[in-house]
Nanobody
Framework: QVKVEESGGGLVQPGGSLRLSCVATEGILSNYRVGWYRQAPGQEREFVGRGWAGKTTNYAGAVKGRFTIARDNAGNMVSLHLINLKLEVSVIYSC????????????WGQGTQVTVSS
């Protein structure tokens, strides 16, 4: 069992950067693969990227090369580093934890909001 919370969202200019965090306030996050998703107003949630144990990651084509997932097991967290950000308004980025066994309840954070505008 794990509880996750996101942070780090905010308002930035196009081409800027942000670092989002997904912190486990309960449980051990290294026992889970962690996916990042985003949802714009009026649109469906979309996959952004995923990190397995260790350094194994994969990304959606729309963000590959600009977004990077990294684990910090000492801090019990997974980060999403966003660079060269493009225009978007009130987009909620959420993390999703799935146990490495593939069984049991999965967990969503509450999300953190990102706006990129000039």
């Amino acid at each position: 069992q794990v509880k996750v919370e996101e942070s780090g969202g905010g308002l930035v200019q196009p081409g800027g950067s942000l670092r989002l965090s997904c912190v486990a306030t309960e449980g051990i996050l290294s026992n889970y693969r962690v996916g990042w998703y985003r949802q714009a107003p009026g649109q469906e949630r979309e996959f952004v990227g995923r990190g397995w144990a260790g350094k194994t990651t994969n990304y959606a084509g729309a963000v590959k090369g600009r977004f990077t997932i990294a684990r910090d097991n000492a801090g019990n967290m997974v980060s999403l580093h966003l660079i060269n950000l493009k225009l978007e308004v009130s987009v909620i980025y959420s993390c999703h934890a799935v146990h490495l066994s593939g069984f049991g309840v999965t967990y969503w954070g509450q999300g953190t909001q990102v706006t990129v505008s000039s």
